[in-house]
Each structure stands twice: as C-alpha cells, then as structure tokens.
C-alpha cells in the first residue's frame, strides 16, 4: 500500500468525558467512509477500537487505538482514546500525534470533569480543537443548554457549524450554516432539502452570527463583507479553517453516533477543516534544551518519534511512530538518538483496532507501526546518525495510587517483574518499587480501575496471578531523652567461650539526623578491633526496630566502658553486646514512633476549596498555603501524615467529581500523637 502525500493526512484524536461516544463515533465515521463492513458496538466486543478484553469486560476504553479512513484522496488517522481519568495519559500521548482534538460531548450530560481536562491539555499544546455534540437522539438532550455551556466554559471562540432538525427520538438532520441549507436522514441515506420552517428564524440568527464571526478573523473577507458582499461557502470555509488552525475558532457540530445523524459531515469537515501536518510543524528541542521547529518534508532527513508502544505478549513490542520528516520505507536503518543504537524498521504497518496490514512507504506527518524495536522505548526518536533532536512529548501522569503486590504462586517473582517491566513499556505512568522497611513491592498508578486493569493484564499477558495487599506505612522509631545501658553477652559451652560487655550511652538527634556512633573507650576497656562490632550489633539493633518494631532513627550512640577477656571475647561476642545494650537503652529513652509526613500540592476549582480544606483538616493536614491559578483553581499546600493519604487519589475524586488533581512527595519525619500511638502498635502486630 504507497503512502499519502502529508497534504493529504489529517491526524485527528477524539477526546471527552467517558461514557460519551467517541469509540461508538470511531466506529460510525469507518462505517461511513467504508473502512469496515459494518459498525461494531462496544458492549459485545464488536468493535475495532475497543478489542482488548479488558476493554470488552470493562464496556469502555482502556488505551488509545487508531482508526485510519480514507475521505477522498485524504487520510485521516482516527485515534479513539480513553474518557475514564485514570487513563488520561492514553490522551496525552495521542495528543503529540494529533493536528486537531474533536471534544466529544454528550447531547444530555453535557461538560465534564474529563472534557475539561481534554479542553485543558489540547490549550496547554496549542492543539486545534472542534466540538461534536453526540447523543442528540437520546431522552433529556439539549443542543441550546449545551451550547450555552460550551460558550460560558472556553469563551467567544465556539462557533457553531450546525443546528440540530428535531429533538431526542426526532432528531433527524442538522441545518449546515455554512451553505444554509438542511441535511436530512429520514431515509437512512443524507438529502439536501431547504431549512425547515420551524427553526428557519433561529438558522438565519446564528447563521449571520457565525458569518460575522469567521470573517473577522480575515482582513479582505471582513473589508467585502462590510461593503455589502455576502462570502460564499468555499470563502467561508477556507477563513475558517485558518482559524481552527491558529486556535481561534472553535466550530461545534451536531450528531448520533447511534442513528448515523451527522456523521458523514463530520467525516467530510475533518478533511475540510482540520490541518494537515504541514501547517503544524513539529516543536524539538537539541542537547542544548533549545527549541526549535522541524518542517513536515517528505524529502527531508527521516525522523521519527515513538509517541506509543503496545506490548504484546505474542510479536512483542509495537511502536506507533509519528513521522516527523521524510519519508519511510520497510528496512530503512535509523539511529535512537537517546541510545545512539541502529535500528532496522523491518516492516510498517498501518493499524487499524488490532488489524495490521503492511505498506511500503509512509511519508512525513503519517503514523506508522512498526513492530520489534527492542531499544526503543515511548518518547525515542529515530534519525539518521548524528540526530540530536527530542520532540517534546507531554509529560506522563504521576502515579497517585499505590497497592502492595504479590504473585499468588510462590515461585513467580521473576515472572511477576518481567510481566509489570514489559507493561511499563506501553504505560509510563506505572511505576513499582520494593519498599525494604515493609518488604512490600508497591504497584503505583493513576487510580483503582488503572491499577486492577493492569493486575488482570498481568494474568491475560504473562500467566502471573497477583494478591493484592493494602500498603503498610513505613514507621520510624527514636529517643527523647539520654539513656545508658550495659549489654553483656557471655556463654560457656566447653571450649573456648564468648564474652562481651558494652556499656552505651545513647542520646537523640534531629530530626533526620540519622545515626552516629562515637568511641569513646579509654585505657583499652574494649581493644580496639573490636569496636566494629559493637557499633554493627548497634546498626542491626536499630534495622530490628525498638518497642513497637519499627526501625530505630536519629540516635547518636556512645561506646564509653566495657570490659573483655583474652581468650572468650570475639568479634561476634561484642557484637551481640552491642546489640543487647542499645536495645534496652531504647527502652530506656522514652522512644515515641515517627510517621512519614508527606507535602501535598492539591489543584482544585476555587468553588471547591472548602470542601477539600476541611478534609484536609480531617486527615491531620497542616495548611502551609493556597494560590489562585488560571481558569478559576486554587492551589492548596499542605503537610499531611502519610497515613492519611494512601487512597487521597480515590477520596480526592470523589469529592471533587474528578476535577481535582494532586501531587504528593515525602517531606519529613515528625511524632505520631500519643493518642494514635497505640493504633499504630495494634497495626504493626497484624
């Protein structure tokens, strides 16, 4: 299959809150254009986007997944991606690929959390955006009340394209306001016919608005319009689509996904409107960090940047490229700028849901797969030698939730982390780490659904079923006060002996001083040599835990008298020593147990600001400040017991409906109450 001219490819991801219709609108707009027989449903695993299991047990979208039709002599690469906030980096990554975002918004539930979020991303990296209104069939939709949120929500610059013909089960056209004329779909097949009636007043009002709109944005459109001149279609459409491109305007069309309403207009307005990869070049920075931009040139040098890698338990790893520049061929040899390793692209593929058929050239702007890169990972950029160019890639979302891991069957531990690397190849959000104080392995991710997809991932990919523990809190124990203890170790068993004493005076440090240990033996009490030894049996001590357990911190230990015998003593003798006098001088020093406290940075709309200070508040949450942010958010800092915020990310949705977002780090250690003091033993027991 020869590859598109890059004027002719339009790379398009469909974006918005879950649950509003963007696979079932994927999979109208393949049926529509003829990309596949017939249009598939999500919920029997029918369709192509949504053909992972757990996408088919879950009814919805789990990953990105690309949809290519062809409208015309154009190439549109469809990628569908998740609407569920734990999987928001699936839309992130599609977005580098991407020259438009279509926000799919439901017809009845209108603006949500996560359309808000597309809404901020596609801002954030200046991406072209255009609104599909979906749903308009179903019971309780409403065009005008979502067109009044859209205004309200992202300003003067929504433009609407289309009017709905009829409402809920009568939805049965739209009226085109660019060529005023009606499309109707009575019969299955789109007719043109004249504006109704009964909406002709309303057509005519927003109609003049929308012309007034578009040739504002275009100098001599603007200067024949106010000399009486009425633009035709093909001017209007042209001076829209400089403003879609520049990010200006924002047109709003209306459909059913379900009915097949609107859908070919939209097929026909992506090729119309959207811009082709030559009109957004590609933002790189070199080793130096400087930026700058890469032309879409098919005759230029081949660059080629990994934006997604599925991992397949089968072919193995399946990188989705974005051609950058050039052009590509099957066994072209590139260089991985991060790795200065060669890679050979034996095979490109164009994927359509999990079909791949090969193709024997792909030109600048396209999106290819190509699988069996093993040294190139998400973000990678393949060039020729010498290539020291990074495209900025969004940054990944940070894991926010952790649970401890275990695989059921003893014995596959090793399978267990081959399975979760070769994940972390598709997902870089996931992350998981081996927590040595609570010899637990913590599995971290974007939310619940994320990471219990990922456990039954584990299963369906690599054969490794995973128990699931809840994660332990890594208390710390210390000393208040001075205390001294002696530690003898003596045992007669035939033979040469053992024998130690240790005397230690232990006494605490700041908080996060961590350990030191002073000599402080004089007349040869204890020889030399053996003084190692008793500071290890301190440092074992210590690793063992004091009273309650857990590891003993910020001490400094004193070694100031004991006594040996010439024969019995040994190194192993003063070792316990040592260990047996720093415990019962812990004892001794009126310990207290210290929780990890953790900085939380929380972004939540101004509206919601209470509600999340007085939770915080509740979690034992010392404030340390708030700042107003853009778009109407607050920015909370606070220091919080870490205790406190191991589900913050579930708690945190669901008080805030999923428009909240936070980040949290370690800051120090600090006393736990006294009052929780014994909580905390009972704990520790279990």
Not at 506 to 535: C, M
């Amino acid at each position: 299959m020869p590859g598109h001219a890059s004027s002719n490819i339009r790379n398009v991801v469909l974006a918005g809150h879950n649950a509003t219709g963007k696979t079932s609108l994927a999979e109208a707009l393949l049926a529509k254009t003829g990309a596949i027989q017939r249009q598939g449903k999500v919920d029997d695993g029918s369709s192509v986007c949504d053909f992972e299991p757990e996408e088919v047990r879950h009814h919805m979208s789990l990953s990105l997944a690309l949809a290519p039709f062809e409208v015309g002599p154009v190439k549109v690469n469809l990628i569908d991606t998740p609407g569920y906030a734990d999987f928001f980096d699936e839309l992130r990554a599609a977005c580098f690929a991407a020259d438009l975002l279509v926000l799919v918004v439901s017809a009845v539930e209108g603006i949500q959390a996560q359309t808000l979020a597309a809404w901020e991303l596609a801002s954030e990296l200046s991406l072209p955006r255009l609104v599909v209104v979906n749903k308009l069939d179903r019971e309780r939709a409403n065009f005008d009340r979502i067109l009044t949120e859209l205004v309200e929500q992202f300003g003067a610059g929504i433009a609407p394209l289309e009017l709905p013909i009829g409402e809920e089960g009568d939805f049965h056209g739209i009226a085109d306001l660019l060529t005023d004329t009606a499309i109707l779909y009575d019969h299955g097949k789109p007719t043109n016919a004249p504006i109704p009636e009964s909406i002709s007043d309303l057509e005519h009002r927003v109609r003049e608005q929308l012309v007034e709109g578009i040739v504002v944005g275009d100098d001599a459109l603007m200067e024949r319009y106010l000399d009486g001149e009425i633009p035709d279609p093909e001017q209007l459409e042209a001076a829209l689509a400089k403003g879609v491109t520049s990010g200006t305007v924002f047109p709003v069309v209306c459909a059913s996904a379900l009915t097949g309403v609107g859908v070919d207009r939209i097929a026909a307005l992506l090729t119309e409107l959207a811009p082709s990869p030559i009109e957004r070049p590609i933002v790189v920075t070199n080793e130096s960090s400087q930026a700058s931009e890469i032309p879409c040139d098919p005759s230029g040098p081949p660059i080629a940047t990994v934006f997604k890698t599925i991992a397949d338990p089968y072919v193995g790893k399946i990188s989705l490229l974005r051609l950058v520049s050039g052009t590509l061929r099957p066994d072209t040899v590139l260089v991985n700028s991060r790795t200065h390793s060669e890679e050979r692209l034996h095979v490109l593929q164009l994927l359509r849901g999990k079909e791949a058929v090969s193709i024997s050239e792909a030109q600048a702007g396209d999106i290819v797969a190509v699988p069996k890169l093993s040294g190139t990972s998400t973000g990678d950029t393949l060039g020729l030698k010498g290539n020291t160019i990074f495209p900025r890639l969004p940054e990944p979302e940070p894991a926010v939730l952790s649970i401890a891991i275990r695989p059921r069957s003893k014995g596959d531990e090793d399978k267990l982390m081959t399975g979760i690397h070769r994940l972390q190849d598709e997902d870089p959000s996931l992350k998981v780490a081996r927590v040595e104080e609570t010899h637990q392995t913590l599995l971290s991710g974007t939310g619940e659904t994320h990471l219990a997809v990922i456990c039954e991932r584990l299963q369906r990919k690599y054969g490794v079923e995973v128990e699931t523990d809840e994660v332990l809190v890594a208390y710390r124990e210390t000393i208040t006060t001075e205390a001294q203890a002696e530690g003898k170790y003596k045992k007669q068993s035939g033979g040469h002996g053992q024998f130690g004493v240790a005397d230690l005076k232990i006494e605490p440090l700041p908080r996060g001083g961590g350990f030191e240990f002073v000599d402080a033996i004089f007349g040869g009490a204890i020889p030399k040599q053996y003084l190692p030894a008793v500071e290890k049996g301190v440092l074992e001590a210590m690793a063992q835990g004091g009273p309650k357990g857990y590891p003993v911190v910020d001490v400094k230990v004193t070694c100031y008298d004991g006594k040996f015998h010439p024969v019995d003593s040994s190194e192993m003798s003063f070792k316990m020593a040592g260990s047996l006098a720093f415990k019962e001088a812990v004892a001794k020093g009126n310990p207290v147990v210290l929780e990890p406290i953790s900085r939380l940075s929380v972004v939540v709309p101004s509206s919601m600001q209470g509600d999340v200070l007085g939770d915080l508040n509740s979690r034992r949450g010392r404030v340390q400040g708030t700042e107003s942010l853009p778009g109407g958010r607050q920015r909370i800092v606070a220091l919080v017991p870490t205790a406190e915020i191991l589900r913050y990310a579930v708690d945190l949705r669901a008080l805030t409906g999923a428009r909240g977002r936070f980040l949290a780090e370690h800051d120090h250690y600090d006393t736990v109450p006294s009052n929780l003091t014994a909580k905390i033993g009972a704990v520790s027991t279990l």
